[in-house]
């Protein structure tokens, strides 16, 4: 977890507002030390001490606005290291802060508890690239797996699943990523029903992993169960993930402007869609989604023991 606020990069991306002065008050009693993102070209392009620091970007939609193009050109690079605050009054589902962010708050939110979300955010994040991390050090018996069919409900069933099925996969470290996005998302957003607004409510009053807690004991979320499908074929995998849930309008990916039109947490998808997976179809009423990796022969092969490509001892 990342608990030291001087390992983190805060960053301010904020139209001059009457919070903007309250959220920089919030920040700094909570430990950190914020800087306007389009001043602080070191933190931006790349400090010293880059690689071992994580970023929060905490950036309003009449920010955003105005400089979408230079922001989305920099995301595309620390993408992975950076942990998105939304300011928008209007939470509007729909916009290209929503499917970038990690979370969205209103500016009176953000004024009172931009601290305490900065540090679940990043905590989240810190598990991420901990499993990328986990995943790059290990090789797996189920390497050469042709298909499977799994069963999970948790958030900790669906971190180890991810892992178990990303090392069979092209590019383990960047598919297990994609796949506890997709996992996480059937288990909070799918089986428990906890949408954008409330998981933000529960952000802000640190009650998230409490109300995680209560509804995978409170019917009729306790009797759900999510699917993953696993198929290898002969050019490419095949992973099938199926929620409990009422699935969600997914309309805008299939005109390609899914990352600014989803509210159904759109950054893990964004991921998911564009760096993690060949393909990404959502089906039926939006709880069931099908993605795709190309393989190769020589790509398969470096995911299988040494032992299990020659056939064993």
């Given amino acids: 977890m990342l608990g030291d606020t001087q390992e983190v990069n805060v960053m ?36 010293p001490d880059r690689s071992s620091k994580m970023s929060v970007l905490v950036i309003s939609n009449a920010w955003l606005s105005e400089h979408f193009d230079s922001i989305d050109q920099w995301l595309t690079q620390y993408h992975a290291k950076t942990a998105i605050i939304g300011i928008d009054d209007e939470k509007d589902g729909a916009s290209d802060l929503a499917a970038m962010s990690d979370v969205i708050l209103s ?43 799994f069963g999970f409900r948790t958030l900790d069933e669906a971190r180890n699943l991810s892992t178990m099925l990303a090392l069979a996969c092209p590019r383990p470290d960047v598919a297990a990523v994609g796949l506890l996005e997709l996992l996480v998302n059937a288990v ?44 290898r074929l002969d050019s490419h995998i095949e992973i099938t993930i199926e929620d409990g849930g009422v699935g969600f309008d997914f309309t ?31 089906q039926g009423c939006g709880n069931r989604v099908c993605v795709r990796m190309n393989t190769s022969k020589d790509e398969i092969l470096t995911t299988i023991p040494r032992g299990e490509q020659n056939g064993g001892d």
């Fill in 188 to 231: 909070e957003h799918g089986n428990l029903g906890i949408g954008w607004d409330l998981k933000s409510k529960l952000l802000t009053e640190r009650r998230w992993a409490e109300e995680i807690d209560y509804r995978l004991k409170w019917k009729p979320f306790s009797d759900r169960v999510a699917h993953v499908d696993f198929k």
């Fill in 107 to 149: 500016s009176s939110e953000a004024a009172d508890s931009v601290g305490a979300v900065t540090r679940a955010v990043l905590n989240y994040h810190a598990r991420v690239n901990e499993l990328a991390a986990e995943v790059k050090q290990r090789t797996s018996a189920i390497g050469n797996i042709v298909s499977g069919s």
């Fill in 12 to 47: 301010l991306a904020l139209a001059d507002c009457e919070s903007t002065n309250a959220i920089i008050n919030r920040f700094e009693s909570s430990g950190y030390e914020p800087s306007f993102f389009l001043d602080d070209q070191e933190s931006r392009d790349g400090g």
């Fill in 252 to 282: 805008p990916f299939l005109d390609g402007t899914s990352r600014k039109k989803s509210p159904y947490h759109g950054r893990g998808i964004f991921f998911a869609r564009e760096i993690a997976f060949d393909a990404v179809e959502y």
